[in-house]
């Protein structure tokens, strides 16, 4: 699985977004998705999960109520749609996979994917 984030640039607070994760090599039917933002000098941290069905998904308390995670089955793409973007959004944001054991397990931790993407740079400027 090799991961593709896209979507990203420079909006201005209040504005939206929506970011992409697509495989340009094998199939993201089975993968739990995880979406990781890192800002200049902070650590790695979760946004948001989506099962492999797309039924189960999980955010972080910070972006609760502004981002959406979802699939896409007949694109084969993850989205992460993200409203109200507040300047401290401001990171770039990568895309992760893991193999999904069923339809309804997400996880949360950096540790638990086994693939990344390039990341896409997201900048909010107030």
């Known amino acids: 699985v090799q991961l593709q984030a896209s979507g990203g640039g420079l909006v201005q607070v209040g504005d939206s977004l929506r970011l992409s994760c697509a495989s340009s090599?094998?199939?993201?039917?089975?993968?739990?998705i995880g979406w990781f933002r890192q800002a200049p000098g902070n650590e790695r941290e979760f946004v948001a999960a989506?099962?492999?069905?797309?039924?189960?998904?999980r955010y972080a308390d910070s972006v609760k109520g502004r981002f959406t995670i979802s699939r896409d089955h007949a694109k084969d793409t993850v989205h992460l749609q993200m409203n109200s973007l507040k300047s401290e959004d401001t990171a770039v944001f990568y895309c992760?996979?893991?193999?999904?054991?069923?339809?309804?397990?997400?996880?949360?931790?950096?540790?638990?994917?086994?693939?990344w993407g390039q990341g896409t740079l997201v900048t909010v400027s107030s």
């Open positions: 992760a996979a893991r193999f999904g054991s069923s339809t309804r397990v997400v996880y949360t931790g950096k540790s638990d994917y086994n693939y």
């Open positions: 090599g094998g199939t993201l039917q089975y993968q739990v």
């Open positions: 989506i099962s492999r069905s797309g039924g189960i998904v």
